[in-house]
């Protein structure tokens, strides 16, 4: 069975920091990965999936995340944080033909200015 | 292009009634996806449809039900509603229905709250 778990539900960093949200994955065929952002009050965005090509991946808004197999791991990063980042941030994961997707608990980022 | 779209935006019932709520998927997508956010429960998978059938299910009682109408859009409908089923519903869409990697487009939601 396919599981994420998210590291931290509340993550709070200083404007213009490294943001990291961490994830871990457990799958038992090669993953589909993917990160979504949830404003206040709004559904879900995709940041960025991982599709088995390259193993660092970059989306929008300067997001990226690195799939590292050997630690069952896709943590999300951004160099220099917004207040506009400020948001849920989920990470999920399918196994693509189940064609359903496994969300983590979420974490929630706020930027201090 | 036009997103995915969800209505109502609240619905407000009461305890024991039932509630339906509509989405229509982004145009040219088959597969309908539904998702219940509860307070601290997080995002869980609802249901699944492709090409007018039910793929797949989460683990939800069978009060918990729906349908895909031939333009794909689709309807969830709920029974005998419980206080605990006060959630967001977020639906999404796909433009594969099964194979390779589904990226799922989603909705604003459907505020449901049960007094």
């Known amino acids: 069975a396919q599981s994420v778990t998210q590291l931290g539900s509340h993550v709070s960093v200083s404007e213009g920091a490294l943001v990291l949200l961490r994830c871990n994955y457990s799958?038992?065929?090669?993953?589909?990965l993917f990160w979504y952002v949830q404003y206040p009050n709004q559904g879900l965005q995709l940041l960025l999936k991982y599709t088995s090509a390259a193993t660092l991946v970059k989306g929008i808004n300067g997001f990226e995340a690195e799939f590292k197999k050997s630690e069952t791991s896709f943590h999300l990063t951004k160099p220099s944080a917004h207040m506009s980042d400020a948001a849920e941030y989920f990470c999920?994961?399918?196994?693509?033909?189940?064609?359903?997707?496994?969300f983590g608990s979420g974490t929630r980022l706020s930027i201090r200015p | 292009e036009a997103g995915v779209t969800q209505s109502p935006t609240h619905l407000i019932k009461t305890r024991g009634q039932q509630a339906t709520l509509r989405c229509s998927p982004i145009?040219?997508?088959?597969?309908v996806y539904w998702y219940q956010q509860a307070l601290g429960l997080g995002l869980q998978f609802l249901l699944w449809?492709?090409?007018?059938?039910?793929?797949n299910r989460g683990n939800f009682p069978p009060r918990f039900s729906g349908r895909q109408f031939p333009n794909y859009s689709s309807e969830l409908n709920v029974n005998a509603l419980e206080l605990e089923d006060s959630a967001l519903y977020l639906c999404?869409?796909?433009?594969?229905?099964?194979?390779?990697?589904?990226?799922?487009?989603f909705g604003p939601g459907t505020r449901l709250t049960v007094l």
């Open positions: 799958s038992s065929v090669p993953p589909y």
């Open positions: 449809y492709d090409e007018g059938e039910e793929r």
């Open positions: 999404a869409s796909s433009p594969l229905g099964q194979g390779s990697y589904n990226e799922q487009f």
């Open positions: 999920a994961v399918s196994e693509g033909s189940a064609s359903k997707i496994i």
């Open positions: 145009s040219g997508h088959t597969s």
